[in-house]
């Protein structure tokens, strides 16, 4: 059965939208509540399978990206996706606005998601980033930013399709910070299945003894050891 916007809205609301601001504060990662249940979950992993719903297909390997593929959605959306987008722009916003003004950078990401969708759209970034990503043993994603243009959205969502253990071994999350001055970061995350991992895009706010400065940020995916790793990515900006 696929969730209303009105239940997806209030799974959202069930996050400690708070705290969750203080984990990416602290670690440039943090976890919400569930946001799918594992039927959903498993509703969504089997579009996978359907090319009409995609615009394009990236082959890792060919690319030298790592190993694995992913899709990329066309504009029209699959109604839980599109759900859950709508739901968590607005949660984001706060953290979103709050970074910027600690950088001394500008905000122009308004209240609604359509018009930001439409400013992206008028400079060129007019096709869906939307994506639903698949590896299997041995595969990985090398380090990155899902960077599409001069608009940029600084916070994404990650939310696992399957389960960790019993569908899947290895594939965690990591995430790498270049810290100022300093030497990076690492962090390596396990994904709950029908939960979501907020992450920054590109870089966040790091305190320092001359105030504030931008740590880059890039993600990947450690190496699939057995099963099939299936995630919805959630970009909150649209490509070029």
């Not at 602290?26 to 579009?47: N, Q, V």
């Not at 300093?182 to 001359?210: C, K, M, N, W």
């Amino acid at each position: 059965m696929t969730p209303t916007r009105a239940e997806v809205r209030r799974r959202a609301a069930r996050t400690d939208w708070t705290a969750l601001a203080a984990g990416l504060d602290e670690h440039g990662s943090a976890p919400t509540e569930e946001l799918l249940t594992p039927a959903e979950c498993a509703d969504l992993a089997a579009l996978y399978e359907k090319p009409e719903l995609f615009r394009t297909t990236v082959d890792l390997a060919r690319h030298r990206f790592g190993s694995g593929e992913y899709h990329y959605f066309t504009h029209d959306l699959p109604a839980p996706v599109a759900a859950l987008r709508a739901a968590l722009y607005p949660r984001l916003l706060p953290v979103a606005r709050d970074w910027a003004a600690r950088l001394d950078r500008p905000a122009p990401w308004p209240d609604s998601l359509d018009e930001w969708l439409g400013r992206c759209h008028a400079a060129g970034q007019d096709r869906s980033a939307q994506i639903l990503l698949s590896y299997g043993p041995g595969d990985w994603n090398a380090l990155h930013r899902d960077v599409f243009g001069e608009l940029v959205f600084p916070l994404q969502v990650v939310i696992a399709l399957d389960a960790y253990g019993t569908d899947y071994t290895g594939g965690e999350f990591l995430m790498v910070e270049q810290r100022p001055r300093a030497q990076s970061r690492g962090t390596a995350s396990v994904l709950r299945q029908g939960h979501g991992l907020v992450f920054t895009t590109r870089d966040r706010p790091l305190r320092t003894r001359r105030g504030w400065s931008a740590g880059a940020v890039r993600h990947g995916v450690s190496t699939v050891r057995s099963g099939r790793r299936r995630t919805l990515g959630l970009v909150f900006h649209d490509a070029a």
